[in-house]
């Protein structure tokens, strides 16, 4: 089946130092990647919408200079976080679709801002 | 906007119990509905998915039933087994394949 990666799957770094988190489709291409942030016990919520090769569509309220997508390739795609803060701890979630199919979700990456 | 509400867990079952998971959305349009299961460790796995009223998906022994009336999509499984203990979202898409609002999420455990 499809299977989506994410590296790192936890990563702690120092207030205002920029994390950057990959999200890969194993085994397809994917024309559309999403991410998502989810605190604890809380539901996953959609952060932004990346096409390959285009610009990446933000959710209201999420700050596009803070949180930069990258979408290079059918197979990639980056999020990095700029000058991290605690308030940017969480648990950052991808997923990668073809076409209109189902989305196929990645493991997760724990972020920690000390 | 619209908007998922699922019942909040841990829900503790012993093995072979009856399962039941309630979920009510709110969505302007029709959204097409889902269930995802996440296990220990894991990503979010599609359970099972139902894309109009009265529309049942069903997969591994679980089943919901697009109830447009009542506004839910609640998630039955007759007997569960430890395997079965996870993290499971329900989630709606008013546009297929785009855009899932997501429930909180609803702890499964089932112990033997």
């Known amino acids: 089946g499809a299977v989506v990666s994410q590296h790192p799957s936890w990563v702690i770094c120092k207030s205002g130092t920029s994390v950057k988190i990959e999200c890969r489709s194993l085994?397809?291409?994917?024309?559309?990647m999403f991410w998502y942030r989810q605190f604890p016990k809380q539901s996953l919520m959609l952060m932004a919408t990346s096409n390959e090769g285009s610009k990446a569509t933000y959710e209201q309220g999420v700050e596009k200079d803070k949180f930069l997508i990258n979408h290079a390739s059918l197979t990639l795609s980056t999020l990095t976080v700029t000058s991290a803060h605690p308030e940017d701890s969480s648990f950052y979630i991808c997923s990668a679709r073809v076409g209109g199919a189902s989305q196929f979700f990645g493991p997760g990456t724990r972020l920690t801002v000390l | 906007g619209d908007s998922v509400t699922q019942m909040e867990g841990p829900v503790t079952l012993s093995e072979e119990a009856f399962l039941t998971i309630n979920c009510t959305y709110t969505?302007?349009?029709?959204?097409?509905l889902f269930w995802y299961v996440q296990y220990p460790g894991e990503g979010l796995q599609l359970l099972l998915k139902a894309t109009k009223a009265d529309d049942k998906g069903s997969n591994k022994g679980f089943e919901a039933t697009y109830r447009k009336e009542t506004t839910s999509f609640h998630l039955e499984k007759g007997s569960v087994q430890v395997s079965d203990s996870a993290v499971y979202f329900c989630a709606l898409s008013v546009e297929h394949g785009n855009k899932l609002v997501f429930g909180a999420g609803t702890i499964l455990r089932v112990k033997s």
């Open positions: 969505a302007t349009g029709y959204p097409s």
């Open positions: 085994d397809f291409q994917a024309t559309t």
